[in-house]
């Protein structure tokens, strides 16, 4: 009685092992796929029009649909380098940097708030430091800014979100970066435009 079940644990774990690593896989070939496919994209849109520093948002905000890419966000000295899609659902984060669909694009007035899984895209953020340097680069240029503060906060914090009359962006994640399951604090970097 007890080799068999032995034997039946033996094979239940194999399963719920191998079901684990399909789900991976296939995750990270959908994040690939996605990754190639609005890279391509986001390629064009840059190409297809003058994309000089300072100008509107209002390209960025035209090619924002849900899921779709719009821009990249890069971190040279943490070494991050991700797409910028629109929305916050897990779809889009599953995938790339989710924007909160009513905060600022670069270029206008406001705060870009952006979110990202703290295991996946921003999970080099745990490296960041005050003075850094953030670029999102968009089909409207280049934009610059200058990472100012760094926080942990309560999850019902939205107000680290919310609109400004500057020139912000925000990057929020889960904390503690090494936690398993769902993580009951939220990590905030915050950078003023240059």
Known sequence: MTRLWLRA???????VALTCAGTYALAQVRA???????????????EGGDASAGSSGRRARAEARAGRAWGR???????????????????????????????????????VALAGHRDTVFQMLKDIWPQDVVRLTTPDGSF?????????VE???????ASTGESLLTLVTCYPFDYVGSAPLRYVVRARSL
């Open 73 to 111: 966000l890069e971190l040279p000295r943490v070494g991050l380098s991700a797409l910028v899609a629109e929305g916050v659902g897990e779809g889009t984060l599953g995938v790339a940097v989710g924007h909160f669909p009513d905060s600022a694009f670069p270029g206008e007035s406001g705060n």
């Open 32 to 46: 690939r796929l996605y990754t190639a496919v609005e890279d391509a994209h986001l390629s064009a849109l840059q």
């Open 155 to 161: 999850p019902a914090r939205t107000d680290v979100v």
């Open 144 to 152: 610059d800014y200058r990472v100012e503060w760094l926080a942990i």
């Open 9 to 15: 644990t033996r094979r239940g774990l194999l399963a």
